[in-house]
């Protein structure tokens, strides 16, 4: 009697990171750097943060630009897709401006963010609610898809009814 062999392919991580913290700069400027507590890297060079993920991006001169936060991740290398789910926040420091959502995409070629599900964006001026949202991937401008809810402007707390529907926050 022959041994069989296993011919089944392993489609795990081919490489585990732990405490991983990665710099991508440009001209010897750093211009994003990523801290993950857990990286699987795959095969087909998709990687996975399975515990989380934080990317901070800065601009030409070092000062914090944005930041994306999220509870899990999936980037798909090779449609330049990546996914994040759980509590996801999304801050542009310079707008002063910041997106919560429980799902957003980021399509790295279009250098756009987008959202499917519910959003939250407070700024200074406002809060605004909504389901679907697209934005630039710094989150500089962005439009709800779907506005709902009141809009709590900030200088008063008051609550104002607007023209939800029509309102795109750029």
Do not use: C
Request: aromatic share 12%; no cysteine.
């Amino acid at each position: 009697m022959r041994d069989e062999v296993d011919t089944t392919r392993y489609a795990g991580p081919i490489l585990e990171f732990y405490n991983n913290k990665m710099y991508y700069s440009i001209d010897a400027v750093v211009r994003v750097e990523m801290n993950a507590p857990l990286r699987w890297l795959y095969e087909n060079r998709n990687q996975e943060f399975p515990k989380g993920i934080r990317l901070d991006a800065f601009d030409e001169f070092g000062h914090k630009k944005v930041n994306m936060v999220a509870d899990y991740s999936y980037w798909d290398e090779t449609n330049q897709l990546v996914r994040m789910e759980g509590h996801v926040i999304v801050t542009n420091y310079q707008e002063k401006q910041t997106l919560e959502t429980p799902r957003l995409f980021w399509d790295r070629k279009s250098k756009e963010i987008y959202s499917d599900t519910i959003v939250r964006v407070t700024s200074e001026a406002a809060k605004l609610y909504g389901i679907g949202m697209r934005a630039k991937e710094d989150f500089s401008r962005y439009k709800i898809l779907e506005p709902t809810g009141p809009i709590r402007l900030a200088e008063d707390d008051s609550i104002g009814i607007a023209d939800t529907k029509n309102y795109h926050g750029l």
